[in-house]
């Protein structure tokens, strides 16, 4: 689009077994900005056949796409796992970081042992999914929209989402949040029951320059749930970012 170079560039990270598409048209074609909705490796269109074992190797790998993208920095909005990955981007890599938008994360992501297991195995990882969909949404989500999640994240390898949760679970950043230097926006479902709002509010009273928006009758994906709510909360938050063009 026109004047394109000149608009703040905002990175999309999906979560654990997620893509693109992960995110609703309303945040990809946020107006104003230069959106960016990435494939992590291993996942949705990646040419990479396994996805990374770490949240720390998937922000090592984002800061080389920069590079090889040409920029210079960003506003990173991670869901879930991807949250945890802006907030590892944050720490590592404080220079290209302007702005988080951190939804339905937390400083540990914790994965039920239960779950864990059911990923790891060829006989229970479509059990796995159910119980994955049966927790990120809450009981008010139309059923296309929790149907298109599950078969979504049945095209997943399951080596690629077990990799994830693994990747979650080993996730902490709990004692390094004051580090966190640029302005955050964290925002969760009030019926979040993967990653519950008690998360969030830990991250929003730990990191400094912080705000918390609270959507209601919303899960884990609430962006998918309540997309106008969402992208409205981004859209305000973005507009805070003192931006001057050229990255």
């Known amino acids: 689009n026109q004047g394109a170079e000149t608009e703040l560039p905002v990175v999309l990270l999906h979560g654990a077994g997620g893509m693109h598409l992960s995110w609703p048209s309303e ?11 990435l494939d992590l490796p291993g996942h949705g269109k990646s040419d990479q056949v396994g996805g990374l074992q770490s949240i720390t190797a998937y922000a090592q790998h984002i800061e080389a796409w920069l590079e ?3 920029l210079s920095g960003a506003i990173f909005v ?7 990955i802006a907030l590892e981007m944050a ?3 404080p220079d290209q970081v302007l702005g988080l938008g951190l939804i339905s994360t937390g400083a540990r992501m914790r994965v039920h042992p239960d779950l864990l297991a059911a990923a790891g195995s060829p006989t229970t990882f479509y059990q796995a999914i159910e119980t994955i969909v049966s927790w990120s949404f809450s009981p008010q989500a139309p ?6 999640v599950k078969q979504r994240l049945g095209e997943v390898r399951p080596s690629v989402l077990h990799g994830d949760l693994s990747a979650c679970d080993r996730f902490d950043a709990s004692e390094a949040l004051e580090k966190v230097a640029c302005p955050v926006l964290v925002v969760c479902g009030t019926e979040d029951r993967m990653t519950p709002l008690r998360s969030s509010q830990f991250l929003a009273g730990q990191i400094p320059q912080t705000q918390l928006v609270t959507i209601q009758d919303a899960g884990h994906m609430v962006m998918l749930e309540q997309p106008q709510a969402t992208a409205a909360a981004l859209a305000a938050f973005l507009q805070t970012i003192p931006h001057q063009g050229g990255l």
């Open 143 to 148: 059923s296309r929209v929790t149907e298109l």
């Open 27 to 37: 945040i990809r074609r946020l107006p104003g900005y230069r959106v960016y909705a």
């Open 78 to 84: 991670g869901h879930s796992m991807g949250g945890a």
């Open 68 to 70: 090889a993208v040409d």
């Open 91 to 93: 720490l590592q890599f």
